[in-house]
């Protein structure tokens, strides 16, 4: 399968600090991306789907102006958390697929800690 | 009513069984299903998608979809104790720009 790569692995972040976190397709042109949120022995909650220049369309209860969501290029998209807080704590994982393709390829997820 | 719908278990089977999984879906115009596996702390990897209605083989993994009762299977034969992990039911719909995932099924496969 197609690979996609998410960066960084696991951040802890202070209370009040934003954090970015990237994912990137790395063989394939990812015209679609999604990112999910996923807290313990809970299933992957779909937070915003971007397509390539063009505005992320946020689901139902995620704050646009919280989560920011950025696809400038068809290989990098980028979630930056800010003002992270403990709540915000959970496993984020990003999800790519390509115009060709209806099967989505996962990043490895980011294991955020917000102390 | 959520959109895909699985079974949480645990389902446990015996090293070398047949382990069968099973997804319901609420929206008939959903297009296309997938079945991903996921190990504890890790991310989900695609297993096998299936488009049209019937049964679609690859190894020891048979997906099966039936769109009449809105219903998708994935059947693992001479299960494993390494296919342990939770596996997760996904469909899409329009312009497969949306994922709806299930819960989650979690598999024991005991040596």
């Known amino acids: 399968g197609a690979v996609v790569s998410q960066h960084p692995s696991r951040v802890i972040c202070k209370s009040g600090t934003s954090v970015k976190i990237e994912c990137r397709s790395l063989?394939?042109?990812?015209?679609?991306m999604f990112w999910y949120r996923q807290f313990p022995k809970q299933s992957l909650m779909l937070m915003a789907t971007?397509?390539?220049?063009?505005?992320?369309?946020?689901e139902q209860g995620v704050e646009k102006d919280k989560f920011l969501i950025n696809h400038a290029s068809l290989t990098l998209s980028t979630l930056t958390v800010t003002s992270a807080h403990p709540e915000d704590s959970s496993f984020y994982i990003c999800?790519?697929?390509?115009?060709?393709?209806?099967?989505?390829?996962f990043g490895q997820g980011t294991r955020l800690t917000v102390v | 009513q959520k959109e895909v719908e699985q079974n949480s278990g645990p389902l446990s089977v015996p090293e070398g069984a047949i382990a069968s999984l099973n997804c319901t879906y609420s929206d008939r115009v959903s297009q296309s299903f997938f079945w991903y596996r996921q190990y504890s702390g890790k991310s989900p990897e695609l297993i096998m998608s299936?488009?049209?209605?019937g049964d679609k083989e690859d190894g020891r993994f048979t997906a099966q979809l039936n769109k009449a009762s809105q219903y998708v299977s994935l059947l693992i034969r001479d299960s494993q104790p390494s296919d342990s992990a939770t596996y997760l039911c996904?469909?899409?719909?329009?312009?497969?720009?949306?994922?709806?995932f299930g819960s989650g099924t979690k598999l024991n496969v005991k040596p």
């Open positions: 063989d394939f042109q990812a015209t679609t």
């Open positions: 996904a469909v899409t719909r329009g312009n497969f720009n949306k994922f709806y």
């Open positions: 999800s790519a697929r390509d115009r060709a393709n209806t099967e989505a390829f």
């Open positions: 971007s397509n390539e220049g063009s505005k992320a369309t946020y």
């Open positions: 299936i488009y049209s209605n």
